[in-house]
């Protein structure tokens, strides 16, 4: 859906596009992040910038406590971020525009990481937390785990985007293809109704 609130050809709101950009958001810090806090609770401190490094323990509470299954290798909080870049990219008429947001989730995954790290152990800290208010930056940007998380966290969400992009290129290759079929089949249908008419 688009809404043109054009005024003397200054300003074109697409409401279609900017409402897929909000879903996407929202699905990262409810989803993403709820199952996150879910597992973790406010027992979590590293983990919480090193996000890669909570995968395992999430796939452990819902398939190990909640199925019974001995499944720990951390695929549902890839598939998650996975499947929000699919869809957007997907969605797309222009598939950059879905690659563009895909590649923006990540600077607002690492927001919301640092902002839940100060909320958990600053705003409401333990009894023996210490202010310390650049340790989430360290954490991030002077460590290797943080440059792995960062790395981690692009190619999950590229990938995600050009899967998107490639399905929905085969699926436009699809419709072309059985286009011209429904077509002729469209048009022998109408010879026939003419020819009945006719006699």
Request: proline share 4%; glycine share 8%.
């Amino acid at each position: 859906m688009k809404i043109d609130t054009k005024q003397g050809d200054h300003f074109f709101f697409d409401s279609g596009r900017q409402g897929k950009t909000l879903l996407a958001f929202l699905l990262v810090f409810f989803v993403f992040f709820g199952v996150i806090s879910e597992v973790y609770k406010r027992n979590i401190h590293e983990e919480l910038i090193w996000i890669y490094i909570t995968f395992p323990k999430v796939d452990e509470f819902l398939f190990g406590e909640l199925l019974g299954l001995p499944f720990y290798i951390g695929i549902i909080p890839i598939l998650i971020l996975f499947f929000v870049c699919f869809i957007i990219t997907y969605k797309e008429d222009i598939y950059l525009y879905g690659i563009k947001l895909s590649v923006w989730l990540v600077p607002f995954i690492l927001g919301c990481s640092i902002f839940w790290y100060y909320y958990i152990h600053y705003w409401r800290p333990a009894d023996d937390a210490t202010w310390v208010p650049i340790n989430p930056f360290l954490l991030l940007f002077g460590t290797w785990q943080g440059w792995l998380n960062i790395l981690i966290l692009f190619s999950i969400n590229i990938l995600g985007a050009i899967a998107g992009w490639q399905v929905k290129e085969l699926v436009r290759i699809y419709i072309k293809k059985e286009e011209p079929l429904y077509l002729r089949e469209t048009d022998i249908e109408e010879d026939k109704e003419l020819e009945g008419i006719v006699v």
